[in-house]
């Protein structure tokens, strides 16, 4: 049951909220703040609420006191009917919400507190997630909370304790180069150097200095030797991104290397033995490449001794609003702004959006979001542009009875992963009886 903490000097509103919300949430009533402060740590409540005039610590000093030592917990404030622009000097300062008395609209208060609620939720969901993660996995800073994320990430934990190649198969922007950091922070060569290389930013001329170096006076200008990527990375971890539009020539460079495991710096006929880790990186299909005769066959199999393929955002779409809470996050630091809040209709657009960009587009569109909005909340309509106007959404017309049950079983898949499978929760949020939902997901099971 969801703790709530209400802090009013007066008595008639504590017997309001008790009679309102001791049914669906475990209540604690207090007179003062500084009460309410002593039982906190003990209790740690999902939301409070609490009255701004008071005697000993008004409602802004509270709040300046949780923002400060409980950051993850959601406050309202409550007002006198008419103190506005108190309210709003609130939410400036971090409230989640205000409630004006007296207290005419029920509905609409039980709103913003289930609101405030779900907003408690996801943000302990986003820190349990990155501490689980981190437990479980040692990974920090991946969100995952998907179960191909999970399995992926159990896959990666496996692998990086032994020395083989890998090959990440992923669209753009789906994390490849995070991945492939977490092989390597995991791996017992995460004391020695992580080089990244993209391999289409190489020009041929510059491949063999570049990747293998040079010694003093190998061409004009070489003024001193200079170790290349493979000997700056010696006992670490090399990652070539885009492995797939590599030369030809870099091609056969790259596999005398696995195969020898020694270089030769340009300019010299010594061999220099080295020992790194290679995860490569393509959004192609190498396959392919191979059978067309642009990607060599027999490097293809020495880079794909493990292959992980990392799945697309749309596949993932239990991970949007803990990916989003985690950059509305990183940008208001960044920014130095007031921590945002992401609305309903915003959260609404991310879902609907088939994100070609992947993690990496809904970043940059956050990152736009909260550089955009001067308020504490994203609206919709700062990234409606963005979405509606896309042309990935203007996808092939089906008829209409099929697109109907595509959106049933999407909107109800996503209404049970909100409510973590409850079908009560599911059927109040819907307005739907229960039979109704139960109905709907034995027609759409085959969709």
């Known amino acids: 049951m969801d703790k709530i903490f209400v802090i009013d000097d007066e008595i008639y509103t504590l017997e309001f909220f008790s009679g309102l919300l001791s049914d669906e949430y475990e209540l604690f009533k207090f007179r003062s703040p500084t009460e309410a402060l002593k039982k906190i740590d003990k209790i740690y409540p999902d939301l409070i609420i609490c009255d701004n005039l008071m005697p000993e610590l008004s409602g802004f000093e509270m709040l300046d006191v949780i923002n400060k030592e409980y950051p993850d917990i959601t406050f309202i404030i409550m007002t006198a009917y008419g103190s506005i622009d108190i309210a709003v000097e609130a939410i400036k300062k971090g409230a989640f919400d205000f409630i004006t008395k007296p207290f005419d609209n029920i509905e609409e208060l039980n709103i913003k507190i289930k609101k405030a609620i779900e907003n408690s939720k996801l943000k302990t969901d986003l820190k349990v997630l990155q501490k689980n993660i981190n437990e479980l996995y040692g ?6 909370r998907s179960k191909k994320m999970e399995d992926l990430l159990g896959i990666v934990k496996k692998i990086a304790t032994i020395n083989s190649n890998v090959l990440l198969i992923g669209e753009s922007g789906t994390g490849k180069e995070l991945i492939a950091r977490a092989i390597h922070n995991l791996s017992n060569r995460s004391k020695n150097r992580f080089l990244a290389i993209n391999c289409a930013a190489i020009p041929e001329t510059l491949e063999e200095s570049l990747f293998f170096g040079y010694e003093k006076g190998a061409f ?3 003024d001193t030797y200079k170790k290349g990527y493979f000997e700056e990375a010696n006992h670490g971890t090399i990652f070539l991104d885009e492995i797939g539009e590599a030369s030809i020539s870099l091609q056969t460079k790259l596999l005398r290397v696995i195969q020898e495991r020694n270089i030769k710096r340009l300019g010299s006929s010594e061999p220099i033995d080295v020992d790194v880790r290679i995860i490569s990186a393509t959004n192609r299909d190498l396959a392919k490449e191979v059978e067309l005769k642009q990607f060599r066959n027999d490097l293809y199999y020495r880079i794909n001794v493990i ?12 991970d949007i609003p803990y990916l989003a809470e985690f950059f509305v996050k990183k940008f208001c630091k960044e920014f130095n702004k007031i921590e945002m809040k992401i609305s309903p209709e915003f959260m609404k657009l991310l879902y609907s959006y088939d994100w ?5 587009e809904l970043e940059n569109l956050i990152e736009k979001a909260v550089a955009l909005s001067d308020g504490d909340l994203l609206k919709a309509d700062i990234i409606k542009d963005h979405i509606v106007g896309n042309p990935e959404l203007k ?3 089906i008829d209409y009875k099929t697109a109907k049950l595509h959106f049933e079983r999407d909107y109800l898949n996503r209404l049970l992963m909100i409510t973590g499978n409850n079908i009560q929760m599911a059927s109040k949020l819907a307005g739907l009886d229960p039979a109704t939902i139960h109905r709907k997901l034995a027609k759409i099971k085959n969709v």
């Open 139 to 144: 990974i920090p800073n991946i969100i995952a």
């Open 307 to 318: 292959t992980i393929k990392i799945p697309p955002l749309r596949d993932r779409l239990e």
């Open 356 to 360: 070609p960009g992947n993690v990496r």
């Open 220 to 222: 004009t200008g070489a």
């Open 395 to 397: 996808s092939d017309i």
